[in-house]
């Protein structure tokens, strides 16, 4: 026997989901950017969600041209007339690509500007009765490597953070990698084997 679906509080509207803008200064990458979040705002969305890699590529740039992207690219985000929340991506990650001449050791190494830039690597926030959740799921798993995975302290947030919200309420996941694609590895437990 089919269950009927569960009520909810929730109220329709509009948000805006975009991904991998991967900007930089070259090919007019912020005209074509601007005339995108231009049309975006023409939708009117209540807000919009950045699903990662903003810039290309800090993963691989030296610190100067890391600090250059990322204030180009909010910059350029102040055209977007609505709240934005931000999801970080691989190549948000400064030093995890074996071309960058950042190390592990560097203060800046790893993800210390995005959130500087950015805020948090991962939060969730409610809207009109639906729960929204923001993942990382970026690993730097060994030297100047990255892996899909969420760690075990983000787990514990996720559980507890989960434990709040009414059975009820619609629940968005955002991460950067997909979780169907990459679900063996987006856990650090290593007994998922």
């Known amino acids: 026997m089919a269950l009927p679906p569960a009520k909810s509080s929730a109220e329709d509207f509009d948000f805006i989901f975009f991904t991998d803008v991967h900007l930089e200064p070259e090919l007019r990458a912020v ?5 995108c979040f231009n049309q975006m ?3 009117k969305p209540e807000f919009c969600i ?12 030296d610190l100067t041209r890391a600090h250059m992207l990322f204030k180009l690219y909010l910059k350029t985000e102040r055209e977007i007339e609505s709240k934005v ?7 948000d990650v400064i030093g995890i690509n074996q071309r960058s001449p950042v190390e592990p050791g560097d203060v800046e190494y790893g993800k210390k500007l995005y959130q500087e830039y950015f805020g948090p690597l991962y939060y969730s926030f409610d809207h009109k009765g639906w729960h ?4 990382d799921s970026i690993g730097i ?16 947030w996720l559980k507890a953070d989960l434990e709040m919200v009414a059975p009820t309420t619609p629940v968005v996941v955002v991460t950067h990698v997909p979780i169907s694609s990459a679900l063996g590895s987006l856990s650090d437990d290593k007994d998922d084997d």
């Open 31 to 35: 005209v074509g950017s601007v005339k």
């Open 41 to 43: 705002n023409a939708a």
């Open 50 to 61: 950045a699903g990662g890699d903003q810039v290309f590529d800090v993963c691989e740039q």
């Open 85 to 91: 929340y931000h999801t970080i991506g691989n190549h």
């Open 132 to 135: 929204f959740i923001v993942l």
């Open 141 to 156: 798993e060994y030297y100047k490597i990255f892996k899909g995975q969420f760690d075990v302290p983000q787990l514990a």
